[in-house]
């Protein structure tokens, strides 16, 4: 017998700008948001019956409208309503919402903020899941593309060696990675975008500050500091890729190259994910 | 009490070409690797101990080994090989190789196939992931970025109408998508190349023959069928974008479209995901 | 005096399908069309007149136009109907339009072609340029993404050596390049689809057969025999990156690699760009 | 007869890092170079004679080596640098290196920028291009990506209209665009790193003062101002994509839209480019 196993569908790459206009100067919202259902959509597969399945052009129809009305606030909030709006309908048993948020500053003019132009930029990309089910909800919310590199303080030595082992051990080499740190929190109804500032100001600056053995212990370090200072979410996950910078040798050219010459390459490159958590004890 | 959860490590896209050399025509492999292990690398990140911590760069020299000894089957095979040397490491639970292959095809000279150049082209990418562990292992393989369309036989109607929803129904749209399909091999020591090739020729026919009542619907279709005629699979899990294309409104010009004219469009897309398998009885 | 210079405006990244039906099996043609004007703007620019500026909305809606009575034929026939179009209004002094051709073949159902359903995919991207202006027409055409390798008879030697020349000679290396190949027709009206299809396959076939001491002789051997066979084109532009493959130092594990394993990197790559024509004599 | 016309030849995408430590804090610079090389090359092409080739892997070993000792400025006198070393080759006629720099910014620990952590980003990227040859030196200088919006004072109307256009004319809408700025030093010697950073900040600040009644106009305000206002520039051309961001419909909502709710798209999009430059008299 043959059978439909996991299933899920929906609405990917709505891409939705917000301009929110005042007296005092604009602000300008710019997302790229995604919607996913689960529930009862066997016979839309096994039988060609559409009367379940919400059209995912209606889907994008609810973010634009939901633009309106329920951005406000932050992105957790927002992606809230949309998954909570879906679950509504009884055929729906969970609604992925996922946010991620493009930054714009006000451009500066005579060194004050203009009210109307904005440049776009920015260190990395705000991210927010809102998960909604029969079974209650789930916020996560992070950073991706966070590139970030240690000039110094980071080595890599005492791993084994085999047969095909060339690698040097070293005490001091360059560190740089793109961080994505994907946080879920424990309870709702949090000021998920100061807490969003908060939690990325402690990433940047452990990451400034530790003393990396690995990029494991890098991981490790972050995200045991973020959970120490930041009671508000539960775990944490990390996924940092190596990304390499090779110090280019100069000898054959009669130069000395003491850490200051690299070539970073990204293929290959290493990838280290860990999910750090609060334990039951 | 803070505490390492899942975690898993490894090195990511390693490009190895494999050039087998023969005095009837060369043969290409071009692919591209990634290697992730599990295990016990917890001192790795809370004690800064890597006495276990198999170097990713270790792991690329590997992979370049391997590809003179081992590549002379499927990639299938090339993986598995990889997967289990990773695996005699102690520390090692689980090593996951993950191999995609990039389609070179000899040149035509004088209507022969020239034995020493090749053009890259091709439709789709073929994927094979391994994964080992104490519990056993486990083949998939399928394909990426399979890029296909029906202009007729299929439509999508009777889905439901809410306050958001503006999409007109059809019975005959214009259907593109980009065909992602991994399947699970039920057991080890296939023909793995001559599998492939079958398996992907029943998705194009199916594809090709069916009447689409919605994605959903083409998902089952194909998927079944791929089951009831290749019984060396267990399940197969298939994500497709619905890559839309509108029929451009050409009245304000005075011209008539009767479904000649489309534009593509990237954002938004919907995205259908669906697994489909052997079940129980 | 600060004054306007040289200045030109269009719209790009027009998407197109048309889908041309009929009951022996529909065609597909899918393309990207970029559109540039030149002429009497300026006041446009300083005086913010736009009574000469033809909106960018409406190049885009003349392309969808254009494709339901102008793209029966061949892509540089749609074109040159384009561009001849925009120079009819009087502050037009020149127009480009550029066409890029994304190829789709049908899918084969039990041995014969479907009539309906399509897979996308092929080798390089087939282009053509159409300027017209007062002074007259030029059409070019080519290939671009034509990745192409020679497993042997590439080598690179006799180059002048300096303090900072590591690269050992060599008289067998792999040579792989991503051909970007316009050539320019001497004359309109020719039937271009067949000519260029010729001209593609003498381009792969000459690759395929040549000696090649340099890519810069690759470039010339090529680029001659294409004038040489095709007297319709009066000169052809190349480009073509080396897309360096090293063999991979596997002494380190014992093994020995004789031309067999290499490992390609896209950074930093080689360019080597020549135009080759018809002299006056 | 054939020919071999206007060629050129170098190593592209050379990736450069370099840590300048002082106990003071690290700087970093991260470089990704071009170099292209025109001259006496006929014979590499028409003969195989390789003795005048300099290999691009040469160029390559040489942007690091350079990297050492000629990098403790600006990219422009870096590049100024390696353009003149490749000029003292008798075979070489001009020598074209283009430079683009990716912005880190030191990490804030405790309110102080850390001496040996960096954040990638920024806005825009700087570029900077140095040609010399027999007959003298060029130097320009840019931003690319530099993406920007203003949400009011921004129109478009007064077009001509034909059968093909639909667009309604506005005397409000949102502008955004990724600009392309790059502007040609009358004079060498500058100090290039504040000369960049005041033309950069007369760029936004223009942007975000202007009325905007077209893409062009905006070009031609943006320029002449540098030119005012930065008499060490000679020229200044601008490329602008109009990215388009398209006021969602939400009346089948019932829902007002006034200004507030858009979605950008990225396909088909307008592209105006002009040279602005200090005239005869």
């Given at each position: 017998?043959?059978?439909?196993?996991?299933?899920?569908?929906?609405?990917?790459?709505?891409?939705?700008?917000?301009?929110?206009?005042?007296?005092?100067?604009?602000?300008?919202?710019?997302?790229?948001?995604?919607?996913?259902?689960?529930?009862?959509?066997?016979?839309?597969?096994?039988?060609?019956?559409?009367?379940?399945?919400?059209?995912?052009?209606?889907?994008?129809?609810?973010?634009?409208?939901?633009?309106?009305?329920h951005l406000d606030g932050s992105i957790e909030v927002y992606g809230q309503a949309l998954a909570e709006h879906f679950l509504e309908a009884p055929q729906v048993d969970a609604a992925t919402v996922n946010v991620r948020s493009h930054?714009?500053?006000?451009?500066?003019?005579?060194?004050?903020?203009?009210?109307?132009?904005?440049?776009?930029?920015?260190?990395?990309?705000?991210?927010?899941?809102?998960?909604?089910?029969?079974?209650?909800?789930?916020?996560?919310?992070?950073?991706?593309?966070?590139?970030?590199?240690?000039?110094?303080?980071?080595?890599?030595?005492?791993?084994?060696?085999?047969?095909?082992?060339?690698?040097?051990?070293?005490?001091?080499?360059?560190?740089?990675?793109?961080?994505?740190?994907?946080?879920?929190?424990?309870?709702?109804?949090?000021?998920?975008?100061?807490?969003?500032?908060?939690?990325?100001?402690?990433?940047?600056?452990?990451?400034?500050?530790?003393?990396?053995?690995?990029?494991?212990?890098?991981?490790?370090?972050?995200?045991?500091?973020?959970?120490?200072?930041?009671?508000?979410?539960?775990?944490?996950?990390?996924?940092?890729?190596?990304?390499?910078?090779?110090?280019?040798?100069?000898?054959?050219?009669?130069?000395?190259?003491?850490?200051?010459?690299?070539?970073?390459?990204?293929?290959?490159?290493?990838?280290?994910?860990?999910?750090?958590?609060?334990?039951?004890?």
């Amino acid at each position: 017998m043959i059978e439909l196993g996991a299933n899920r569908y929906g609405k990917a790459a709505i891409r939705v700008v917000r301009v929110a206009r005042s007296p005092n100067g604009d602000q300008v919202r710019d997302l790229t948001v995604a919607i996913a259902l689960e529930g009862a959509f066997e016979a839309a597969h096994t039988d060609g019956d559409n009367s379940a399945v919400i059209a995912t052009d209606t889907m994008k129809n609810t973010a634009y409208a939901f633009a309106k009305d329920h951005l406000d606030g932050s992105i957790e909030v927002y992606g809230q309503a949309l998954a909570e709006h879906f679950l509504e309908a009884p055929q729906v048993d969970a609604a992925t919402v996922n946010v991620r948020s493009h930054h714009w500053s006000a451009i500066a003019v005579a060194g004050s903020p203009a009210p109307d132009a904005f440049v776009r930029g920015g260190e990395g990309t705000r991210v927010a899941t809102v998960n909604v089910s029969l079974g209650g909800s789930m916020v996560e919310a992070g950073v991706e593309d966070l590139t970030v590199m240690k000039t110094t303080r980071s080595g890599f030595s005492g791993f084994p060696r085999d047969r095909y082992t060339t690698l040097v051990e070293t005490e001091d080499r360059l560190m740089a990675t793109k961080v994505t740190a994907i946080w879920r929190y424990g309870a709702p109804g949090l000021d998920y975008d100061a807490t969003f500032d908060a939690i990325r100001a402690t990433l940047l600056e452990v990451f400034a500050d530790h003393e990396s053995g690995s990029v494991q212990e890098s991981i490790w370090i972050m995200a045991r500091s973020i959970l120490e200072r930041h009671e508000e979410i539960a775990q944490i996950r990390m996924a940092l890729p190596n990304l390499h910078h090779w110090l280019v040798d100069l000898s054959p050219f009669g130069l000395e190259n003491d850490r200051e010459i690299y070539t970073p390459t990204t293929e290959p490159h290493g990838i280290i994910e860990a999910t750090v958590r609060r334990g039951e004890s």
